[in-house]
């Protein structure tokens, strides 16, 4: 029995240290937290977490394989399931998150003689035109590779949808015939992070990297009948404002300040640049039919616009720690500062070339987000413990500048603070199976009630389980 608590026991310290630093590349979709990190902030992770980080894959003990699962509503993403395993000297491990088909939308129709060209044809006929900026499925696949003390993951999202058909009506009372309709929107988003798994010094350093590609769709393009002739105008180009988005980030991977007595003090800072290349379609009209050429920019239900985007942003990071037997505490400060640069330039293209014919805008948004993250976990018994968090947000400020040609304006906007009370609990009945959930918390004054069926303390969430041989 005494080894079997000493075992439990060392799985709940475990969790507690190696934390104490943390990685702010979320991976793509949406960040994946573990209920145990979840409730505490982010501050004190679980195994979990750890068997998707490039960085603290060492963390995740086991004999053969590890496996885990996890029911919750982050995201959109109803499922995440994941496998962790060592071939030879090389941890390998694989992930999924996501919805599979849910949010995939039934876009209905009913056969209908229309008239066409003097007579009646039969199409399929839509009620109306489709909502494609609504929900998306969002499904996250991944894989991480750790050797030679670094780790590597490479993970893929897609939140995509499309439509496309021929020879279809859209409306209710007359519909539009249409020859070709097409629309798609949502993201694919390719992601790869490196970083070391061992620090470099003894005060640590575990410097990462990661570079994301996003190709962001939303264009709508259709060619239509004319219902007497059967003829078409050609492709009229709707919408098009996709854009492909790189992202690279570099963070330091945290540097101790203080160690003494249980409790230590670390830094950390990180910095990323977006920038975005736009490459979209409009039509013009050449005296007999539609034609389609490219711009450089956004074609916004036909406004167009030769557009730039250029985003930097840098995080520093202080974060405590103190260790006791059985209660750990977590501090961390965030200082989030982002500077964003967007220009524009209204084009007309009616005869086929690009002519500068609107004015020129250009915005710079300044950010900065102070984010105070508190954690406690208390071991009430060994294999059960309790998993507290608090945000504070202080005042969000925001500073925008606008220059349109000869004038400009520029206004500061602070947001309210903003508050989250996090609440959870881990439970390990043997060293080798492992269940965690948050508890209900209402969302909006951070209260519990002890027996309310929405959000009682006995009310739980976002359940996880693993299991380890």
């Known amino acids: 029995m005494s080894n079997k608590i000493a075992g439990l026991t060392f799985v709940l310290l475990l969790a507690m240290v190696g934390n104490l630093w943390a990685q702010l590349i979320d991976l793509p979709g949406g960040s994946f937290s573990s209920p145990q990190s979840a409730a505490t902030q982010g501050r004190i992770r679980s195994m979990a977490d750890d068997a998707l980080r ?54 209905n129709y009913t056969k209908q003689g229309l008239p066409f060209q003097g007579g009646d044809k039969t199409f399929p006929v839509y009620g109306s035109t489709f909502d494609m900026q609504g929900t998306h499925p969002n499904n996250t696949l991944g894989v991480l590779i750790g050797v030679a003390d670094m780790g590597f993951r490479f993970s893929f999202n897609s939140r995509y949808r499309s439509f496309k058909e021929n020879d279809i009506a859209i409306g209710s009372a007359s519909p539009d015939i249409f020859k070709d309709y097409r629309m798609a929107t949502g993201n694919f988003h390719p992601q790869l992070v490196w970083s070391m798994a061992k620090n470099l010094t003894a005060q640590g350093i575990k410097p990462y990297a990661g570079i994301d590609l996003i190709f962001s769709n939303y264009y709508e393009k259709f060619e239509q009948y004319d219902p007497v002739t059967g003829t078409t105008n050609g492709q009229e180009v709707k919408t098009s404002m996709n854009f492909f988005e790189p992202r690279l980030t570099f963070g330091m991977g945290g540097y101790t300040l203080y160690s003494k007595d249980g409790f230590s003090l670390s830094a950390d800072i990180e910095y990323q640049l977006r920038l975005r ?108 413990s309790l998993n507290i968090g608090g945000l504070i947000r202080a005042l969000p400020m925001n500073i925008e500048n606008i220059g349109e040609d000869n004038s400009s304006t520029r206004s500061t906007t602070f947001t309210g603070a903003q508050t989250e009370l996090t609440l959870g609990l881990s439970y390990n009945p043997v060293d080798r199976l492992s269940f965690e959930a948050t508890c209900g918390i209402d969302p909006v004054s951070n209260t519990v009630s002890v027996f309310n069926a929405g959000n009682g303390l006995f009310t739980f969430g976002n359940i996880l389980v693993s299991l380890r041989f």
């Open 277 to 384: 290349a736009f490459s979209n379609e409009y039509h013009y009209h050449d005296g007999t039919t539609n034609r389609i050429s490219e711009i450089s920019g956004l074609n916004t239900s036909g406004r167009l616009t030769e557009d730039s985007y250029i985003y930097n942003s840098i995080t520093p990071t202080l974060a405590g720690s103190w260790n006791d037997d059985n209660l750990a505490l977590r501090f961390q400060l965030r200082i989030p500062a982002s500077l964003t640069n967007e220009n524009e330039t209204e084009m007309n293209g009616s005869t086929g070339s690009l002519v500068k014919t609107g004015i020129f805008a250009k915005k710079t948004a300044f950010l900065l987000d102070p984010q105070l993250r508190l954690a406690a976990r208390w071991i009430i018994v060994p294999g059960l």
């Open 54 to 107: 490039p960085d603290a894959y060492r963390n995740v003990k086991f004999d053969k394989w590890y496996g885990v699962t996890s029911f919750s509503n982050l995201f959109d993403a109803k499922v995440m399931a994941g496998f962790a395993t060592n071939i030879g000297n090389t941890y390998f491990s694989t992930f999924y998150r996501g919805s599979f088909w849910e949010n995939v939308p039934n876009i």
